[in-house]
Structure formats: structure tokens, C-alpha cells
């Protein structure tokens, strides 16, 4: 249950700290005093969405912390140990910082934390009804939910769900692949045409590059042929050729070596170039001996290089892409040869999913159909504590056509009401009365939030449109609740705040120009004044002092 709520710098509330106890709270104070804005506290602790706007004016950040006790909520404290964020102290430390610039910043036991897992806690620890709750109630999800909520099938539920969006997504896949199934044996007749054609090709890796040079060699073949001769006339087989010159050359200076041994260098060099000219011309009389003169080699090199180039500009690719487009192509057939196998292994995940989702939705709709009959004998008992006396509540369930199941499960979720004896059941959507709306809405919320494992419940002034007589019954609904579970209510009725084991001032005051709110826990004396103020307005006499005692003391202990 909460044991301790700290608040700094939210909309009028400078700082704030409560400590709060088992049973039924109630929280009073005028109109705009700011009862709301402590719910409003207690949400963004357990992940409500967070504003700049919701910082006090003149403050830079926001900060709440609520403290815990995990004694009598086993759910909650696997949860934290699940996601190693436990204390071993049995408490759980919730605190939310809400900067005016940038994210807000979450903390679980004082470790970061997001939105979610506040999200996921805060539904394990409190349950918020506020005073718009009637109206959500007119939504068939919400409905749905509250129902599943009410027999504790929420899991099986969200197992339904996401059998559902598992089928779905094989369906649609399977569909795709079926669809494209229709066109598969025209395109396998293209890919292996390609195919074949490209292996016969059979282009090698650095093939064009080596193809490209040789036919340049070929088209100058005959060129290269005289050159080559020429210069190897040149070098040896001329009288006196250059080699036989730089050998001459190289006895003459050797001769001279006598007389000037500063030549030594130049004779080197002049030896050094015989030898170059040697091994020259021996080089060129190679090239020569190799050199074939085929007519019919420069053609097949071009037609070789034609046909890759036609190829190419065939399939819409650089020449050098060739070998990759095979590849692809080659890949894309294996995909669609395989694919019967495929679309039939898809067929069949595909059907078990559906059977999985039947299977687990039809286990849903049994638990609903217990949950709806339970839940319409206790809101129909609630009705009558409220004044409704022969009101009558049901929960029908429509099944739904195959192919209108979903996520949901497989039938439709209604409320129906009769507010007054004799009137036939109609849905809660077509109920005309405010009043009986809201009286009907807290009957429900009474009963759901009676058996669930939630410890603290919380009433944002459900009792919004009823008075009188009524007004105490809830009252005594609520402080009924309060005997099993933690139960905090904000409400503007003498008769709901009389029944509270403690009740809670909340006042707004000026200080330095500034709205700043305060609140504080009443005693006996306080609690009758507090209590005169709500029967009879800003003027407390004796006999409404009188009033709110007598209230207070025939209230059952």
C-alpha cells in the first residue's frame, strides 16, 4: 500500500509530504484547492505522461516520490525481482523527476527506470478510478478489458492478442508469397534462360580487362613485328652493330685506363651497356620466335568481347556486373524453385498459429462466460445498495463471425442495464441519465475493484452526481473497501467523506503573491468542522456542527 508521498513544485503545490495509512482516506477541500493535482501526483509516479506545463510557476523541475509497502502484494515484489530492481526491505521507492527542459527522468528503488516498467508496476500496486471513469465505460474495449480485468483473465487475454498478431502476420505473408506465386512460372522460364545464358558465357573475373589488351595487340600486329625486327637488326645484327660498337668502345678505353684511371667509371658504364644490348637483342629474338601471326585470333577475341558487351546492354548492366547479375539471378531461381516448399511450410505455420489462437481464445470466451455472470449478480446487488432498487445489470456476449474474430477474441463484449423495475436491458451507451450513469459506473467500479489483488484503490470523485442517501451508501461501499484494501477518495459529499478511518484537508493559500497548496491530517474536532463546512457552505452554524458529529459518530467502526 502507499506508505509515504512526497511532492516538490507541481502546479500549485511548492512541497508536500504525506504519510498515509491502511483503510478509507478522504481527501476534502473546496473546489480548486488542489485535491486532484495530489491523484494527478500519484499517476505520474506510476507513469502517466509528464509536461513542462505541470511545473509549479517559477521552479525549474518537478519531483515526486511515493513510498510503498510490498507486505500484502506478492505480484509486485516477483515483478521487481524479476527485473532486478527489489529492495530487500519490502518497500518499493518510486520517484519521477520532471525537468522543465528535456525528458523527464524515472526511478525504481533508485535505479533509472522508464515509463513503461512505472507503467507496469503501478498496475500491480494502484488502481486510479476517476471521475470520467463512466464515461470510458461506454467504450466496448474498455468494457472488454474491465470484464477480463474482473475475472482475472487480463494475461490470457494479452496471450490472445498476440496469438492473434502472430496469425495475422503468417497470413499476410502467406497471402504475399501466394499472390506472387501467380506469375512464379513466366519468371521461371526468364531466370533460366538467363541463367544458362550467362554461365555459357562463362566471364571469368579480370577476363574483360586481359580480352581488351590482347585484341589491341593483335590489331597492331604487324607493326609491333617490323619494330621488333628493326631494332634487333639494330642492336646485333648489323656490321658493326651497337653491340659490337660499345664492346670496341669498351677495349679502347680499357687502353686508356694506363694513362687515366679517372675513366675506370666510364669503362663500367660502356660494359655495363654492351651487356644491356646483349641481353636485349635476345630478348627480341624471344618475342619474334613467339610471335604467331593467326588471321583469325583478332576475330575471335572481338567476337568474344562483342558478345559480353551485347550481353551486358541486354540485362542493363556494366560489362565487369556480369558475373554478380548471375549470381542474383541465380539465387532468385533457387528462391522461386523452392518456393512450393516454402509456400506449403508457410501453409502449414500458418494454419497452426490459427489453431493455437482458437484454441487459446476459445479457453477466453469459457473464463468471460463465467466472469460476465459473476459480474452482473454483483453490479445488479450494487445497484440496489445505491438506491436503484429492481436495476438490473448483464454482461451480453455475442459471438462473432470467424472472420470478424481478432485480438479480442471471438465474441462481442456489451454492458446492459435496466435502471428501474420493469424497464427492458439496454446498453449502458443508451442510458440517458446522467445521474443514473454515474451511480451504475461506481456500482461496476465497487464491484471490479472488490476482487482484484490490487492494494490501493483510488476514487477521484466518482460520486460526482449523486447526494443524499445515496451519497452515504457509497460511502459505506467505499469504507467497506477499506477494510480489506487501501482506499483513498477524493470527493466534494459530506456522507462519502463522514465513513473514512481518516479524512484529509486539502486548502489553498497565498504567500508572497504566490498559490501554494497545503494539507494536512484532521483530528476529531477538525474532522467535525471540515465536515459542517461540506453540509452547509461558509457559514458553520451550531447545528450543522451538530449534523456532521452525529455523521461521524454513527459511523460502524
Known amino acids: 500500500m502507499l506508505s509515504h508521498l512526497l511532492v516538490r513544485d507541481l502546479v500549485i503545490v511548492s512541497s508536500l509530504e504525506l504519510d498515509w495509512s491502511a483503510g478509507m482516506t478522504a481527501l476534502t ?98 488502481d486510479i478510478h476517476g471521475q470520467h471513469a463512466h464515461q470510458s465505460l461506454l467504450r466496448a474495449t474498455a468494457q472488454r478489458d474491465l470484464l477480463d480485468a474482473y475475472g482475472g483473465q487480463t494475461a490470457l487475454a494479452q496471450t490472445v492478442a498476440a496469438a492473434f498478431a502472430d496469425y495475422r502476420a503468417l497470413a499476410q505473408h502467406f497471402s504475399t508469397l501466394e499472390a506472387a506465386s501467380h506469375d512464379r512460372a513466366a519468371r521461371l522460364d526468364l531466370l533460366r534462360f538467363t541463367v544458362d545464358e550467362l554461365e555459357r558465357l562463362d566471364l571469368n573475373p579480370g577476363e574483360i580487362e586481359a580480352l581488351s589488351q590482347e585484341e589491341r595487340r593483335l590489331g597492331h600486329l604487324d607493326r609491333l613485328q617490323q619494330s621488333a625486327a628493326r631494332i634487333l637488326q639494330t642492336l646485333s645484327e648489323t656490321e658493326p652493330s651497337l653491340e659490337d660498337q660499345l664492346r670496341s668502345a669498351t677495349s679502347e678505353v680499357d687502353e686508356l685506363l694506363e694513362i687515366d684511371p679517372e675513366l675506370g667509371v666510364c669503362r663500367d658504364l660502356l660494359e655495363t651497356a654492351a651487356i644491356n644490348a646483349a641481353e636485349a637483342a635476345a630478348s627480341l629474338r624471344h618475342y619474334l620466335d613467339g610471335l604467331e601471326i593467326d588471321p583469325g585470333a583478332l576475330d575471335t577475341v572481338a567476337e568474344r568481347l562483342a558478345l559480353i558487351h551485347d550481353l551486358a546492354r541486354k540485362y542493363r548492366v556494366f560489362p565487369n556486373q556480369l558475373p554478380d547479375f548471375l549470381v542474383e539471378r541465380r539465387s532468385e531461381l533457387e528462391t522461386l524453385e523452392a518456393a512450393d516448399i516454402t509456400l506449403d511450410a508457410l501453409r502449414a505455420k500458418r494454419d497452426a498459429a490459427y489453431k493455437h489462437y482458437l484454441d487459446r481464445a476459445r479457453e477466453l470466451s469459457a473464463a468471460r462466460a463465467q466472469s460476465a455472470s459473476r459480474l452482473g449478480e454483483t453490479v445488479t446487488d450494487s445497484m440496489q445498495e445505491l438506491g436503484m432498487a429492481g436495476g438490473r445489470f448483464e454482461v451480453r456476449i455475442e459471438d462473432l463471425e470467424p472472420e470478424r474474430a481478432g485480438g479480442g477474441g471471438l465474441e462481442r463484449i456489451e454492458f446492459l442495464v435496466s435502471a428501474n423495475p420493469g424497464q427492458p436491458l439496454q446498453a449502458l451507451v443508451k442510458v440517458a ?31 460526482v452526481g449523486i447526494g443524499g442517501g445515496i451519497a452515504e ?24 467523506a463522514a465513513q473514512a478511518h481518516q479524512q484529509y484537508r486539502v486548502r489553498k493559500e497565498a504567500i508572497d503573491g ?44
Open 473 to 496: 451508501i457509497v460511502g459505506r461501499l467505499l469504507r467497506r473497501l477499506g477494510a480489506s484494501r487501501q482506499v483513498l477518495c477524493v470527493t466534494h459529499l459530506p456522507q462519502v
Open 433 to 463: 441519465s446522467g445521474g443514473e450513469l454515474s451511480r451504475i459506473s461506481l456500482a461496476i467500479q465497487v464491484a471490479t475493484a472488490s476482487c482484484g489483488s490490487v492494494p490501493t484503490l483510488v476514487f477521484d470523485e466518482v460520486d
Open 29 to 126: 477541500g473546496e473546489t480548486g484547492a488542489g485535491k486532484s493535482i495530489l491523484i494527478d501526483a500519484l499517476g505520474l509516479v506510476l507513469g502517466d505522461k509528464a509536461e513542462a506545463s505541470l511545473i509549479r510557476a517559477g521552479a525549474e523541475r518537478a519531483e515526486i516520490v511515493a513510498q510503498l509497502d510490498l507486505t500484502h502484494c506478492p505480484p509486485a515484489a516477483r515483478w521487481l525481482a524479476e527485473q532486478n530492481l527489489d529492495d530487500d526491505e519490502g518497500v518499493c521507492i518510486l520517484r519521477r523527476l520532471i525537468p522543465r527542459k528535456g525528458r523527464s527522468r524515472a526511478y525504481i528503488n533508485g535505479r533509472p527506470a522508464n515509463g513503461g516498467q512505472l507503467r507496469a508496476l503501478g498496475d500491480l500496486l494502484v
Open 514 to 557: 504566490q498559490t501554494h497548496t497545503r494539507i494536512e491530517p484532521l483530528d476529531d474536532a477538525n474532522r467535525i468542522e471540515e465536515i459542517a463546512r461540506m453540509l452547509g457552505g461558509t457559514e458553520i452554524t451550531l447545528k450543522t456542527r451538530e449534523h456532521a458529529s452525529e455523521m461521524l459518530d454513527r459511523i460502524d467502526v
